[in-house]
Nanobody, 119 residues
Framework: QVQLVESGGGLVQPGGSLRLSCAAS????????MGWYRQAPGKGRELVAT???????NYADSVKDRFTISRDNAKTTVYLQMNSLKPEDTAVYYC?????????????WGQGTQVTVSS
C-alpha cells in the first residue's frame, strides 16, 4: 500500500519559481523511480522529470534547463524545483512512484496539484 500526497502548486508570474513536494507513505521499496508528469489544458499527459532510487535524473527537453528533481534523505519524498516558469508550464502536475520487485512493477499516483503561470 502506497499513497502519495502532493503540495506546493499555485499561481505564479512568468519568471517566478515554485517548489512541488510529493510525500510517499507505505513501503516504496529500495528499487524505485519517482517523478512528475503534467497535463495541460487540452493536452495529454507528459513526463516532466524522473529520478531513480540510485539518483539518476532525467528531464523533458522543455524543462531541462529550468526544473530540478530531488529527494529527501529517506528517498520517500520527491521535490520539483521549478524556476524561470513560463505560461506553457501551466498544468496539473502529478507525482508518481514506480515500485519494482524481482518480477514486475507497480505505479502509484498523487492527486495532482495545479500550477498556473500568468501575469
Amino acid at each position: 500500500q502506497v499513497q502519495l500526497v502532493e503540495s506546493g502548486g499555485g499561481l505564479v508570474q512568468p519568471g517566478g519559481s515554485l517548489r512541488l513536494s510529493c510525500a510517499a507513505s507505505g513501503s516504496i521499496g529500495s528499487l524505485n523511480n519517482m517523478g512528475w508528469y503534467r497535463q495541460a489544458p487540452g493536452k495529454g499527459r507528459e513526463l516532466v522529470a524522473t529520478q531513480t532510487s540510485g539518483g539518476t535524473s532525467n528531464y523533458a527537453d522543455s524543462v531541462k534547463d529550468r526544473f530540478t528533481i530531488s529527494r529527501d534523505n529517506a528517498k520517500t519524498t520527491v521535490y520539483l524545483q521549478m524556476n524561470s516558469l513560463k505560461p506553457e508550464d501551466t498544468a496539473v502536475y502529478y507525482c508518481y512512484v514506480q515500485k519494482f520487485n524481482a518480477v514486475s512493477f507497480n505505479v502509484y499516483w498523487g492527486q495532482g496539484t495545479q500550477v498556473t503561470v500568468s501575469s
